[in-house]
């Protein structure tokens, strides 16, 4: 069984900064894109940021150039790091993984249960 558990959402007043956590446990062989995912009040869940095996990533465009997403593999962790919040970030965050747990399985993904990002003065 794997386990995704988030942590670092708080209560940040706008131009703050937050860093994420999410950690993997459990059964897994190897995890291989993580991403983070964002649902605010009334709105569809979207799509914040992701990293590959390869430490490639990608930002939605309303995060370019203030959000960081980085993974340590020997943790099974990634991290958002994110500056100059503005109130439009606050939502609940999420992260997912694409896990392997068994050779003979396809990969899997997992979610994490969501912590909450509330951006207010």
């Known amino acids: 069984q794997v386990q995704l558990v988030e942590s670092g959402g708080d209560l940040v007043q706008p131009g703050g900064s937050l860093r994420l956590s999410c950690a993997a446990s459990?059964?897994?062989?190897?995890?291989?894109?993580w991403a983070w995912y964002r649902q605010a009040p009334g709105k569809q869940r979207e799509l914040v940021a992701t990293?590959?095996?390869?430490?490639?990533?990608n930002y939605a465009d309303s995060v370019k150039g203030r959000f960081t997403i980085s993974r340590d593999n020997a943790k099974n962790t990634v991290y958002l790091q994110m500056y100059s919040l503005k109130p439009e970030d606050t939502a609940v965050y999420y992260c997912?993984?694409?896990?392997?747990?068994?050779?003979?399985?396809?990969?899997?993904?997992?979610w994490g249960q969501g912590t909450q990002v509330t951006v207010s003065s």
């Open positions: 997912k993984a694409e896990i392997r747990t068994k050779l003979t399985m396809p990969r899997s993904d997992y």
């Open positions: 459990g059964s897994i062989l190897g995890i291989y894109t």
């Open positions: 990293i590959t095996v390869g430490n490639m990533s």
